[in-house]
């Protein structure tokens, strides 16, 4: 088995409120080996991205990590200063937010931002930090980079924007990545041109990821294995293979059997009734209690623990499938 890269060790994360401390994020572990594409899956409010955002101690205020810990190569990232954090943001980790034209500046040149970053963390002067930043455009395919270099955001497509913070993400040889819904904003052509490109760019570096998707086609192209997540909580973890083939968590397979397939014909498509409750209206058992068709009485006072039941597949549920 190859090293681990990160390790998540009962991380939590809460956010002050009027009505008291609401926890987004409830004692998620999980380990991402080096090379591997770690898939975090689950509706939207499920806290995929609070999770992400944790870890790269993007959290403000009302929020915060209120526990846990966060292990990059064994250094646990909760307890560095503001400044240590600031170093490592950006060179060693990385993340590619779900809009870039927010997450990008619209009034300096995609070139100057990533030339920021560039010489900050690889402490490369102008003129190489210039060829960096054309090389990395060039490598994700952006065309004309060096006259690419010199646009604003405003000036990209879509596609070409993301491919631009792809780039920027990963022009410091980051040792992890996150990429949080990267595909989401864009229409089905480019999608899958981005998810080629993440598919190659790994292969080619070797990167270790955690890609962010509520799409569970997009998880089954890319990832290696999958953390299910649901109301804050890590519900299933098993091999992509595993998990699609044989799903344990009742919310898991209704996942699964609610995505179109190719060559089925179907009248109507599978839902799961009911929504993702609210963080702060939780119940008090397990978080999918009201949505289980096979919930029992213990399932409604007790939160189950992730239990392993296969080699790398564990489960968090009394009545598993």
Do not use: W
């Amino acid at each position: 088995m190859s090293e681990v890269v990160l390790s998540v060790r009962n991380l939590e994360t809460t956010f002050k409120s009027k009505l008291g401390p609401i926890r987004a994020v409830n004692k998620v572990s999980y380990d991402i080996h080096k090379g591997q594409t770690m898939g975090i899956v689950g509706e939207s409010g499920c806290g995929k991205s609070v999770t992400s955002f944790s870890i790269m101690r993007l959290i403000e205020p009302p929020g915060q990590v209120s526990g846990g810990e966060v292990l990059l190569k064994g250094r646990d990232l909760l307890k560095l200063s503001d400044r240590e954090m600031e170093d490592v943001r950006g060179g060693e980790m990385a993340i590619i937010f779900q809009e870039p034209m927010t997450a990008l500046n619209p009034v300096l040149t995609i070139g100057f931002q990533m030339d920021e970053q560039i010489m900050r963390h690889m402490k490369l002067g102008p003129k190489e930090s210039k060829d960096r930043a054309i090389e990395m455009l060039n490598l994700v395919g952006i065309p004309s980079p060096a006259e690419r270099y010199h646009s604003y955001p405003h000036q990209l497509s879509g596609g070409m924007r993301q491919r631009a913070m792809i780039a920027m993400a990963l022009s410091c040889n980051p040792s992890f990545l996150i990429a949080d819904e990267p595909t989401t904003a864009l229409d089905v052509t480019i999608q899958a041109q981005i998810l080629e490109l993440f598919q190659s760019l790994q292969e080619k570096l070797h990167m270790t990821v955690q890609f962010i998707t509520h799409d569970l086609g997009v998880i089954s192209e890319i990832s290696d294995r999958v953390l299910v997540m649901y109301g804050g909580q890590a519900c299933e973890m098993a091999t992509t293979d595993e998990l699609f083939r044989n799903p344990r968590h009742p919310y898991t397979a209704a996942l699964i059997e609610s995505r179109p397939r190719l060559g089925h014909r179907v009248n109507r498509l599978r839902t799961i009734e009911g929504s993702v409750p609210a963080p702060m209206d939780l119940p008090a058992g397990c978080p999918f209690q009201t949505r289980c068709p096979r919930a029992k009485s213990e399932c409604l006072n007790l939160k189950p623990p992730m239990t392993k039941i296969g080699p790398d597949h564990e489960v968090a549920c009394f009545n598993p499938l």
